[in-house]
C-alpha cells in the first residue's frame, strides 16, 4: 500500500484538497470498518499526503456518525505521523471573529461524547494514555508558524485555545453557550476530541487547524447570521485552509519535529501483552506490534 506521513482531515467545508497532485483514491478497510470516505492520495509541495473527508465527500455523515477508529486507523495503516485536522467552530469570545483561526492546545469534553468511541483499547486489553497535553505542541507551533507568515486578509490567528466539544447534532442552547464561556472556552465543535484521543493511542501526533464560521449562539448578534453567511465563510475558510495545509507540509517536509506522541504508549498498557486474546491482538497489532 502508498504511503504518507502526513494525513490531513478536512472538516465541514473542506471535502478537497486542489493543490493536490498525482491524486489517487484508495479505499482502505481497516479492523475497524471502513473509514468516512476514501482516502485521497497525493502530492503537495513535494510531498506524499493522504487526505479524508471527515464526514464524507458529500457531507453525509453526522459527527456521531463518524468512524472515528477506522479515520484513524486508516491514516496508520498508511504510515501517518503527523495529522493535522482543519475544522469549522463556533466562537465562544468576542475577540474571535468569523474567519479567523485558532491553533488549540485544550479541549473539554461537554457531553462525554457519549456517543463518539474514542478508544482503540478493550475487549482484553487495558490502556491509560497521558493526556494532559491533548495537542502536540510541536505540531501546533509549525501549524501556527504557517498561518502567521501567510498574512491572510480577515484572518487573525490566535493560540492558545481551549475547544469545547459537544455531542452535537443540534447547537448549544444560549445557556449552555454561556455556561461553556464562563469554563474559559475559546470556540466550540463536535469532532476533534475523539480524533485527537484515538491519535494519540496510533501515536500520531495531531493538531487542530480550528476555522470560525460565526459566533456562537450567546453573541446578542447570532440572530442576524444566515445559512448564507455560514456557507460563505466555510467556503473563504476552505480556501484559507488550504493555504495554511500547504505551507504547514512545506514546512514539516523540511523539518519534523520530535513529539511525545510518537510513543505514547510506551507506559500507557497495562494488559500483560502475553495475556491479550489472540483475536484482539490480530485486530490492534499495528498499534501494538511495537511493543509485541
Known sequence: MAEATIGIIGGSGLYKMDALEDVEEVQIQTPFGSPSDAVILGTLEGTRVAFLARHGRNHTLLPSELPF??????????????????????????????????????????????????????????????????????????????????????????????????????????????VYRSWGGTIIGMTNLAEAKLAREAEIAYATLALVTDYDCWHPDHDNVTVEIVINNLQRNAVNAQKVIQETVRRLSENK?????????????????????????EKMGLILKKYM
Request: a negative charge; charged letters at 20%.
Open 69 to 178: 477508529r477506522a479515520n484513524i486507523y486508516a491514516m496508520k495503516q498508511l504510515g501517518v505521523e503527523y495529522l493535522i485536522s482543519a475544522s469549522a467552530v463556533g466562537s465562544l469570545k468576542e475577540e474571535i471573529k468569523p474567519l479567523d483561526m485558532v491553533v488549540p492546545d485544550q479541549f473539554i469534553d461537554r457531553d462525554r461524547t457519549k456517543h463518539q468511541v474514542s478508544s482503540f483499547f478493550g475487549e482484553g486489553i487495558v490502556a491509560h494514555i497521558a493526556f494532559g497535553d491533548p495537542i502536540c505542541q510541536n505540531l501546533a507551533g509549525i501549524v501556527k508558524d504557517a498561518i502567521a507568515s501567510l498574512n491572510l486578509p480577515d484572518v487573525n490567528l490566535h493560540h492558545p485555545g481551549t475547544y469545547v466539544c459537544i455531542e452535537g447534532p443540534a447547537f448549544s442552547t444560549k445557556a449552555e453557550s454561556n
Open 257 to 281: 519535529p520530535s513529539s511525545d506522541a510518537h510513543s505514547a504508549l510506551k507506559y500507557a498498557i497495562l494488559t500483560p501483552l502475553d495475556k491479550v486474546p489472540a483475536a484482539t491482538k
